[in-house]
């Protein structure tokens, strides 16, 4: 196949379904050229083959033969020759992705220019000043794009030539102080490299596209693609264009407009342009730009014309579409147009009004698949106001929205800030079980070290409040932290990005997050396309969590973690049944913890009624209810311990264990102490018959943390089953009750057919699956190592956020399959974090699965992602 084509080439298929090959931008320059026969200037494309041969095995051969030949066909169509000294022929160079990355790669602009050409060209305009600038514009892009010279050696003798004109407009700098520009810019380039700028047009272009190539895998790039999950080994096309000149003169100009208005959705023509201007000049930000609507007064026919076009493209391709436009000595160029990117807001807006069109419409189904997981958290979570702001260090993006407040650096120092009326945000290097009750009260909260699913992560989800965990670039030490050369002291004022994962000094404008009506629509919408196909359940372990999860639209709990409930002030009392001495104060412990669990259980089956609610019965290690053993070792070691706090370090000995994930916890700890499993489902079974005596229904799933074989599930059955008839003794409506498994170990997923006899249902817990199938610790790979495995390419996503399909998600669908086999009427669901992740969603919904679960903030974004899966799966 051909490595370049011209936009006028005849495919077989529409040119716009061609972006795996001609890349976005000249998929539709070719769209617009061959289909809708718009006014663009003459180009052609070179392909992403071309770019990945060359990224694999350097120059492809016979490319430069092809572009040479294009060359010439642009020569004819032009009646102008590249590098000709009396009538030049001038080009662009510009990337062009399968998907749009704006600012990510690099342009070129007026190539083919010379120290001859540029007399022709100043000749054929008349206009010394014009040639001169365009050649002066041509060597800065050159040198800083192909020869990666720094932009401010170019810019700072700029700068001085406009303080000479005594000017602070770039087009009333003379002729004479240009062309000084141009030999300064040609010796800036000698002395950089050694060698002379290029002369020959042929060898611009061949530098030009190789230097867009490149770009492809520059750090801008890069960033954007991990970020955006675009695929690394796509490439980038080049698109090689005929020059049209908006800074000819008083008469031309260029600009960017939108079909509609971006950040809002409103109907209208919305964008900026300039008069006597090049492109760069708009989206560089280097001069004031004036409203796309002022262009009616300057050329009233043109901003017809161009209204016309607006509408042609968006009934084209039925969305709202981004344009760049240049306008010669009174005539209209089309230069670009792509379906543009919006706000949340304007998404949700667009989506809802496209459905009611005269001329077109969309329908429901297409409007759901046009909003993203991050549209709706931008309108759920407040966000920075700006993008303009000083970040100070960058973590990963744990929890979504933003968050202002005061630095403080323990939980307490945070209550009792709060309780001044000040807002805080919780510094930790990482936080715990004891830091829980700073944490509710936090603003927001930041972490020198642990993952996305590391405590602070898993909490501030669950509780809808931002979060940047791993910085490592913060350095704490006592009551403040450094980052580089910037130290922030306790008190100081701080804002986090939670969805980007920034942390900026002071206080940044925050705007809120309140939800237009078309996004109950939207996820209305949703629910009707995923109804009976795939449900969505919320992780919560409290009644304000499930109060808010239902609001969201949550049609159960999927995960209850128990032991949040052991948090608090009421770790205490869990700490004394850890040190109990005898089976009487273990038993008296357990009940009070019994007591209190009950009311918790309560108010969630309260707030869930009718709906299914799964507790996981404790999952924890108990050493993570006991102090740390080296904070009490130094303490031992410096001031001494209390009698309590000697016992406390006595028993968090006793329980450490050098592998706490794969050690005594779950069902091996109710193995240990079997009276802590029987407690607790007491407690959820008399919750359960209070609810039936108040008129309720409570669905109860009880769920048994990490079993790994039938024998272990079946004897972990029958301690429930004994406490649940127990605890019903006596109740005279059924309870419906169900009893089922985490699936968490890749053993528990290969032997599920056996492990499904004796369980109702299955919930993959897929955070520690993808820990135990990847040999990964979770809380320690996330940051340094994680980064440089994306970098790298050795992983495509982070497995924490997005399911591996090859690893995990295979273990997820043959232990569906599998448990299916035994139990065909096997209730099967997800409770790890993934269940809130779109990508993931759609794997658990080939893999058959019943249900995901996620934090109640995620539920709508759990909603709309399902439909979308069973939308792609249909």
Known sequence: MPYVFDFDHKHRKPPMSLKDLLGGKGANLAEMTSVLKLPVPPGFTITTDACRAAMQGGWPKGLDDEIAKHVKGLEKAMGKRLGDPADPLLVSVRSGAKFSMPGMMDTVLNLGLNDESVEGLAKQTDDERFAYDSYRRFLSMYGRIVLDIEAATFDEPFEAAKQLANTEHDAEVPPDLLRYLVRSYKEIIRSHTGKPFPQDPRDQLRGAVEAVFRSWNGPRAVAYRERERIPHDLGTAVNVQTMVFGNRDDNSGTGVGFTRDPATGAKGAYGDFLINA???????????????????????????????????????????????????????????????????????????????????????Q??????????????????????????????????????????????????????????????????????????????????????????????ARGWGKPAVVGAEKIRIRGDSFAAGDVAVHKGDVISLNGTTGEVVLGAVELTTGATPPEFDIVLTWADKIRKGKLAVRANADNGPDATNAREFGAEGIGLCRTE???????????????????????????????????????????????????????????HEFLPPTDELAVKAATVGLTDEEQKLYEAARLWEEFNPMLGTRGVRLGVIKPGLYAMQVRALMEAAADRVKAGGNPVVEIMIPLTVTREELALARSWVEDAIAAATKGVKKPIEVTIGTMVETPRAAIRADEIAEEADFFSFGTNDLTQMTFGFSRDDVEGRMMSVYLEKGLLKRNPFETIDPGGVGELVKVGAERGRKTKPNLKLGVCGEHGGDPESIHLFYDAGLDYVSCSPFRVPIARLASAQAVLAGT
């Not at 966000?383 to 202002?404: E, M, N, Y």
């Not at 919780?426 to 509710?440: C, F, I, K, N």
């Open 278 to 364: 090049q492109g760069e000049d708009v989206v560089a930000g280097i001069r004031n730009t004036l409203p796309l609507s002022a262009l009616e007064q300057k050329f009233p026919k043109i901003y017809k014309q161009l209204l016309q076009i607006f509408d042609r493209l968006e009934e084209h391709y039925r969305d709202m579409c981004d344009t760049e436009f240049t306008i010669e000595q009174g005539k209209l160029w089309m230069l670009q147009t792509r379906v543009g990117k919006r706000t949340g807001i304007a998404a949700l807006r667009m989506a809802v009004d496209m459905t009611k069109g005269r001329k077109w419409r969309i329908t429901e």
């Open 564 to 622: 949040h409930m052991f948090l608090g002030d009421r770790l205490p009392v869990v700490q004394r049944m850890i040190l109990a001495e005898t089976p009487a104060e273990e038993a008296a412990a357990l009940e009070a913890l019994r007591k209190v669990q009950k009311a918790d259980f309560i108010e969630i089956l309260e707030a869930m009624d009718g709906l299914p609610v799964t507790v996981r019965l404790l999952d924890p290690p108990l």
């Open 366 to 459: 297409e409007a759901v698949q046009r909003i993203t997981a991050e549209h709706l958290e931008q309108v759920l979570h407040p966000q920075f106001a700006s993008t303009d702001v000083k970040v100070i260090a960058k973590g990963l993006a744990a929890s979504p929205g933003a968050a202002v407040g005061k630095v403080y650096f323990t939980a307490d120092e945070c209550v009792d800030a709060v309780n001044r009326g000040e807002k805080c945000i919780l510094v930790r290097s990482e936080t715990s079980p004891d830091d829980v009750h700073g944490m509710a009260v936090a603003e927001g909260i930041l972490t020198s070290r642990g993952g996305l699913v590391s405590h602070a992560a898993v909490v």
